[in-house]
């Protein structure tokens, strides 16, 4: 049994270098991942404080119906259909499907995210916009030095849930024939007909990020808790 497992791993991993496929793969679906949550997250911050200041204020309202036909759109379709909308008509001239990829995912994963921002905006007290602006700072100044840093730490968990859903999300870029990790796998499953091996390996390196991006989360919500810290930015 054990002389079957290391012929396995030799004809999956070792010959051939096949490891490098999992090892280029991990490498794109950490970059798509990443680059598209931090765009999402500038994405959802804008659409949030419209919706938030027209449902409170009535600011905004041709911006706020763009933003009801976007989060409608986005939360209404699957992502694999998304993906190739975005591939092959949206960004059908750009070359370079990691950034296809990564724009397609930053576009689902704001919509998403817009939702959990104003979910945090509106469970800040609203004495704190007014106190804000009876301190003669303007709206804006109060919503991005007052309201939203501690919305962000409302809404923290939610966010980091997010990354954990879109991380795992990117599995399906390989409709596009990039070649992420899930798909690293699949490749070496292909010329092997080995099965168990890579789509195990591919599932515990999956685990392995989702389990350190929780522990660093973790400590990050313990490290806000016990300093007490209000993340409100003091700002002139």
């Known amino acids: 049994m054990w002389q079957n497992f290391q ?4 004809q999956c991993f070792t010959k051939n270098n096949r490891w490098e496929y999992l090892f280029d793969g ?26 938030a200041s027209h449902d409170k204020y009535g600011f905004f309202p041709f911006l706020n119906i763009l933003a009801k036909i976007y989060l409608t759109v ?31 995912f930053a576009i689902n994963s704001g919509a998403y995210q817009a ?5 945090g905006i509106t469970s800040i007290d609203p004495g704190q916009m007014e106190a804000g602006r009876a301190l003669g ?11 939203l840093p501690q919305a962000i730490r409302n809404v923290l968990p939610a966010l980091g849930n ?27 499953r292909s010329q092997t007909y080995s099965v168990y091996l890579p789509y195990l390996t591919v599932a515990a390196i999956y685990l392995v990020l989702v389990m350190t991006f929780t522990w ?6 313990r490290y806000l808790r016990n300093t ?3 993340v409100v930015s003091n700002g002139s």
């Open 26 to 51: 991990l490498g794109v679906t950490l970059q798509v991942a990443v680059c598209a949550i931090i765009i999402g997250i500038f994405i959802g911050f804008i659409v949030a404080v419209i919706r």
């Open 162 to 188: 997010e990354f954990i859903v879109l991380m795992k999300d990117t599995s399906i870029v390989g409709y596009i024939s990039l070649i992420d990790l899930a798909k690293g796998g699949d490749i070496i």
């Open 216 to 221: 660093f989360l973790g400590k990050l919500e």
């Open 228 to 230: 007490g810290a209000d």
């Open 74 to 104: 986005i939360r209404g379709t699957p992502m694999v259909v998304q993906l190739l909308i975005t591939y092959f008509i949206i960004l059908k001239s750009v070359d370079s499907k990691v950034i296809v990829a990564i724009l397609a």
């Open 7 to 10: 012929d396995a791993f030799y």
């Open 115 to 119: 939702e959990i921002i104003r979910a």
């Open 137 to 147: 700072m303007s709206y804006w100044r109060t919503m991005i030095h007052i309201i």
